[in-house]
């Protein structure tokens, strides 16, 4: 199911849904507030680190804000490809489960802690959590929120933080983007791929190479200048319309992609890692995939990179939000991107609305590279029953069905980066 044109506004549950809701916040009451106890929320609960059965929807107790944190009542939720690599255990130090997932939302503060300054009751804003975003109710200190502009809905707001600040910091903060240059990026019809696609066209004579799937090359094709199947050798492309090569290289796959990425740098140009997404071939973690793409990158010789002239780096939003003390940083970005949007120069592309209990569906459409533009995960949005079952229900020991690898030929699926 596509939801493609799904309202902002959600109508009230059905019955039928209310009863699989409390069908399986019955099996676990120890997360369950009572029913009678407004502070309880739905949230969506990764169980453990594995395929799409992982996912479910139950209640928890809601947060109260601690000092300096902001407490929200979320509208919208970003749904990114490095969720699919966290529901798969597929990155660095994971944390424990069960977790709720989620790095982004938005929506309006409902009660602000102790010393926490600069925020109203009411506020309109976005922010950034570590974790624990997809949920009715968020608290994140108030370095990661800001308000945003008046014209912005809470659905643009969460297609908006992830995907266009790693965009703007990579592209004028990491490789000094500038009038005349060229870039190169993989994954041109995911959210981050077509908000590079939007900023560099806020730069005069910004020549943009892509990647994408064939199927959504007629819907991209004017916000690249030049579009490639991403299931060619695009090198030699490249470099029949650049014979020189390119200046910048954004690249979200890793593997073989980056000694072909470095291969086209032109002398000063830029390679950026942010994504490893060529480890992701299938609903659950492969070794062999990781393997394979690590077995794939080239050993990089700094000689080399002395010889040639070139510039490598790696680029990762939360790391440097969340890790190493780069809210200011950040923040600056926010302003100038806030500014961009309000001159008209820049506008989030939401793929489609999904509501919680719809999660599984959602991600499965980034397994199938199917989205344009940003998946968003719509709070107040009903879900569809049969959707909500799946999500929603257990068997009836309790615990979840497994879905063995195998099982099913369908299930390994070709990566696809947001």
Not at 125 to 130: D, E, G, I, K, L
Request: proline letters at 6%.
């Amino acid at each position: 199911m596509k939801p493609t044109d799904m309202p902002k506004e959600g109508a009230e549950m059905t019955e039928e849904t209310e009863q699989m809701i409390e069908k399986n916040c019955a099996k676990e009451p120890e997360n369950v507030a009572s029913p009678g106890d407004a502070k309880e929320m739905r949230v969506v609960v990764l169980t453990s680190f594995g395929g799409l059965n992982k996912l479910r929807v139950t209640k928890k107790p809601m947060p109260d804000p601690q000092e300096g944190e902001v407490k929200i009542r979320v509208k919208a939720c970003g749904l990114n490809f490095l969720d699919l690599m966290v529901r798969q255990g597929n990155i660095d130090n994971p944390p424990k489960t069960p977790l709720v997932p989620g790095f982004e939302c938005s929506g309006i503060v409902e009660a602000l802690g102790d010393n926490t300054t600069g925020f109203e009751i009411g506020d309109r804003v976005m922010a950034f959590v570590n974790y624990n975003a997809w949920a009715e109710v968020v608290c994140t200190p108030l370095d990661f929120v800001y308000k945003i502009p008046d014209d912005m809905t809470f659905t643009e707001a969460a297609a908006f933080s992830m995907n266009f600040v790693a965009a703007y910091m990579m592209l004028f903060e990491v490789a000094n983007l500038r009038e005349g240059m060229s870039v190169l990026v993989h994954s041109a019809g995911g959210g981050v791929g077509q908000a590079v696609a939007q900023l560099c066209s806020t730069v005069p004579n910004v020549t943009l190479f892509g990647t994408a799937s064939p199927c959504k090359h007629e819907a991209i094709k004017d916000s690249v200048t030049h579009l490639f199947d991403r299931n060619i050798d695009y090198v030699p492309e490249v470099k029949k319309i650049s014979p020189e090569g390119v200046d910048i290289v954004l690249d979200c796959l890793c593997g073989e992609n980056t000694g072909k990425g470095l291969s086209l740098l032109k002398p000063l140009g830029t390679y950026i890692l942010y994504g490893s997404s060529n480890m992701v071939t299938g609903e659950t973690k492969s070794f062999f995939s990781f393997a394979k793409s690590w077995w794939q990158v080239e050993k990089v010789n700094p000689i080399k990179l002395y010889d040639e002239n070139k510039v490598m780096a790696g680029f990762s939003l939360l790391n440097l939000l969340f890790k190493q003390g780069g809210c200011s940083q950040v923040k600056n970005a926010v302003h100038k991107l806030f500014s961009l949007y309000n001159e008209k120069k820049i506008k989030p592309l939401v793929d489609s609305l999904w509501a919680l209990e719809e999660v599984k569906e959602a991600m499965q459409r980034i397994h199938d590279r199917g989205n344009i533009g940003k998946l968003i995960l719509d709070v107040e949005k009903s879900p569809t029953p049969l959707m909500a079952n799946d999500s929603t229900e257990t068997s009836e020991a309790g615990e979840e069905e497994e879905e063995h690898e195998g099982d099913n030929e369908n299930k390994e699926r070709m990566p696809f980066i947001q």
